[in-house]
């Protein structure tokens, strides 16, 4: 066992680092495998040698953000732990402010933080990964700021109307009403980041534009922020179509995982073909994601590692 005592500077409010109840402390230590003790401006900290070292770094850098920041949370906290634990300190990109979060948002781990640098970088970014590990999410996070900001002029969010087991001609309603519910996660996370009647108000204005892939054939995208979502499902004559549809000051975020592929079987996915024919271009940037980086409920990620230790099931 191990022991280590940081004295944090004076100024510092340690409320505010050790967090509400020091949920700060509690989750490193559940994260970390130590017992930490604090009292006043002393932090004791006891474990395996490794251990206390994770924890040392986690909580000065926490320190340090909210010496230069004024501020930290929960997702502040996961992210640091993250980077302590795979031995990388990523710069963390700027937080993006959302009007309808009273925070703003930060990545929660080190694929998160390469993934926003990267959509900061790049005209075009592919994420590839499972479920639950926020490609869509984020990338609808940077748009919105993006036009927040005024870097844009409108968003534009399309996804494949593939059936994953339904049969889209068999659903009730005309077209638009059939294809709808294919595109109602985007909704969900657009009205997650501003207040709905403000989301519904670019809608209507056609600022900000929900479609099936279909409908964006024989257009171009100019001073936009272009989100393709489940991209897997996408074949690669239709993602050749899309990536040639976006303009001038146009930024493009192509979200998808590739161990969910729901097109005929033999099929190539545009998202596999776009990801080994674009490496290394200039101006694209891959991001891939792995069942260590999900953050929905814990037991997501235990059943994403499962399927993907089976593999393919058999037929």
């Known amino acids: 066992m191990d022991t280590r005592t940081l004295v944090l500077e004076e100024e510092l409010d340690t409320s505010r ?5 020091d949920a700060h402390l509690k989750a490193i230590e559940t994260a970390v495998g130590v017992s930490i003790g604090a009292r006043g401006q002393r932090v004791t900290i006891e474990g395996d040698e490794g251990a206390v070292q994770i924890a040392s770094q986690v909580i000065q850098r926490l320190s340090r953000q909210l010496r230069n920041r004024g501020q930290v949370g929960p997702d502040d906290v996961a992210l640091f732990i993250s980077q302590a634990q795979e031995g990388d300190e990523i710069t963390q990109p700027p937080p ?10 930060v990545p929660r781990n080190n694929s998160q933080a390469r993934y926003l640098d990267a959509i900061a970088r790049h005209d075009l970014v592919i994420a590839i990964g499972p479920a639950g590990t926020g490609k869509t999410y984020l990338a609808m996070a940077a748009a919105v700021s993006a036009y927040n900001n005024k870097e844009v002029r409108r968003i534009v969010l399309t996804r494949p109307a593939v059936e994953a087991g339904e049969r889209l001609g068999f659903l009730p309603g005309d077209l638009v009403e059939k294809i709808n519910p294919y595109l109602r996660p985007l909704y969900d996370a657009l009205y997650d980041m501003m207040p709905v009647e403000a989301g519904q108000k670019l809608l209507d204005r056609g600022e900000i534009e929900i479609a099936p892939l279909a409908f964006m054939r024989g257009r171009t995208l100019n001073e936009a922020f272009i989100i393709l979502d489940e991209a897997q499902n996408t074949t690669p004559e239709q993602m050749k179509m899309f ?14 995982d590739i161990t969910q592929i729901d097109l005929p079987s033999g099929d190539m996915s545009g998202l596999v073909d776009a990801e080994a024919l674009l490496d290394g271009m200039p101006g694209v940037a891959t991001v891939h994601f792995s069942d260590r980086d999900v953050i929905r409920h814990p037991l997501v990620a235990r059943i994403v590692k499962a399927y993907q230790e089976r593999g393919a099931p058999r037929r």
């Open 17 to 21: 680092l050790f967090g509400m109840f």
């Open 96 to 105: 993006l402010k959302l009007s309808a979060r009273p925070r703003p948002l």
């Open 243 to 256: 990536l040639t549809r976006f303009g001038e000051n146009s930024k493009v975020v192509v979200t998808g």
